[in-house]
């Protein structure tokens, strides 16, 4: 009896370490997605928005891959005080002229939008 409740504590910490959640699944098939459109050359105008998609999918995909093998989990204890709500505004500044500098079709203004979202980045640090 002691032998059996020993093999099935190590099976079940087997399939503590391959546990998969849906955002595995989903983030893989997503990537499968992105990589058959970037093969296929489907919406030929947006190539650029549709490569850094496919890349940031594949990134989230390995990492919840590689989250899942190692057994590993991220909890985050936050709690908002004014530090917190800072970083977040910065942060949001900085996603902001990001977008509008990725967006922009005169190659100078987004130049110079990439060049002013430094200037709040460099807070950060």
Same mark, same amino acid.
Do not use: C
């Given at each position: 009896?002691?032998? %059996?409740?020993?093999?099935?504590?190590?099976?079940? $910490? %087997?399939?503590? @370490?391959?546990?998969?959640?849906? !955002? $595995?699944?989903? =983030?893989?098939?997503?990537?499968?997605?992105?990589?058959?459109? %970037?093969?296929?050359?489907? !919406?030929?105008?947006?190539? +650029?928005?549709?490569?850094?998609? !496919?890349?940031?999918?594949? #990134?989230?995909?390995?990492?919840? &891959?590689?989250?899942? !093998? @190692?057994?590993?989990?991220? =909890? *985050?204890?936050?709690?908002?005080? #004014?530090?917190? &709500? &800072? *970083?977040?505004?910065?942060?949001? /500044?900085? &996603?902001? /002229?990001?977008?509008?500098? =990725?967006?922009?079709?005169?190659?100078?203004?987004?130049? +110079?939008?990439?060049?002013?979202? #430094?200037?709040?980045? $460099?807070? *950060?640090?």
């Amino acid at each position: 009896m002691y032998v %059996q409740r020993g093999y099935n504590k190590a099976i079940s $910490s %087997q399939r503590k @370490n391959m546990d998969f959640s849906y !955002f $595995s699944y989903v =983030t893989g098939l997503a990537s499968l997605f992105g990589f058959i459109a %970037q093969v296929m050359d489907w !919406f030929p105008h947006y190539k +650029e928005l549709r490569r850094s998609i !496919f890349l940031v999918l594949v #990134g989230i995909f390995v990492g919840s &891959l590689s989250s899942a !093998f @190692n057994s590993s989990s991220i =909890t *985050l204890d936050f709690s908002i005080s #004014g530090f917190s &709500l &800072l *970083l977040i505004a910065i942060g949001s /500044l900085i &996603l902001l /002229l990001l977008m509008v500098a =990725t967006f922009s079709r005169d190659h100078s203004k987004r130049n +110079e939008l990439y060049g002013v979202s #430094g200037i709040p980045a $460099s807070y *950060l640090y």
